[in-house]
């Protein structure tokens, strides 16, 4: 998915999105490169520097070529550095040595997920976001019984958090398992959960 077509992306299915809203959609800035370039050079012209380094894995090569293309067309220049994961994830997210990164945030539903990548103590916050309105809702969010507050709670945050813009989604994977013709049941979410009560062999009795 490329900037523009993010900036562009709604979902207005209220099934498949309970917690979106087109407030949310309209708050996302809109795509306008020759503003963007404009900012950049009136930035470059007061003394400042836009130039950063992309920090990501290996296998995100490409990722970081899109980023490098998109950044050139206003007139930012992107160093990029690749790591293997094991480095990566150590002297990269661990030790919070980046200025732009990239990671994985699976989720298929806000509780905990979302807390861990947005609230000030989450475990998966790498970028240190914090707003103290975004905690308390979703604290609420996780403690109260009442569905439509849930649901309002999570549609301020997603309001919010376009507002602040601390992190981009950019891409959907899926995850997969992969078995023997003979394991059956196999029920996952989209996210790296499986769930292995229901898996089973299809074996004859005796083996």
């Known amino acids: 998915m490329t900037l523009q077509q993010r900036a562009a992306y709604k979902c207005e299915d209220a ?16 795509f306008d490169q020759a503003k963007a370039k404009q900012l950049v050079d009136a930035y470059r012209a007061s003394g400042g520097n836009p130039d950063f380094t992309f920090k990501t894995t290996t296998a995100r090569q490409a990722f970081a070529e899109f980023i490098q293309a998109q950044m050139a067309a206003i007139g930012i220049k992107v160093d990029v550095k690749t790591y293997d994961l094991a480095q990566f994830s150590s002297s990269v997210l661990q030790s919070n040595d980046f200025q732009l990164t990239s990671w994985v945030g699976p989720f298929d539903y806000p509780d905990p997920a979302v807390a861990r990548i947005l609230s000030t103590t989450g475990n998966g916050n790498y970028g240190k976001y914090s707003n103290p309105q975004v905690d308390q809702w979703l604290t609420d969010a996780s403690e109260t019984t009442d569905p439509a507050q849930r649901t309002k709670d999570y549609q301020q945050v997603e309001l919010q958090v376009g507002k602040d813009l601390p992190l981009a989604f950019f891409t959907r994977s899926y995850l997969s398992t992969i078995t023997k013709k003979d394991v059956k049941g196999i029920d996952r979410l989209i996210s790296q959960d499986v769930w292995w009560a229901t898996t089973w062999l299809d074996r004859p009795s005796g083996q």
Do not use: R
């Not at 099934?15 to 809109?30: G, I, K, N, V």
């Open 15 to 30: 099934e498949l999105c309970p917690f979106h809203t087109q407030a949310a959609s309209d708050e996302w800035p809109a």
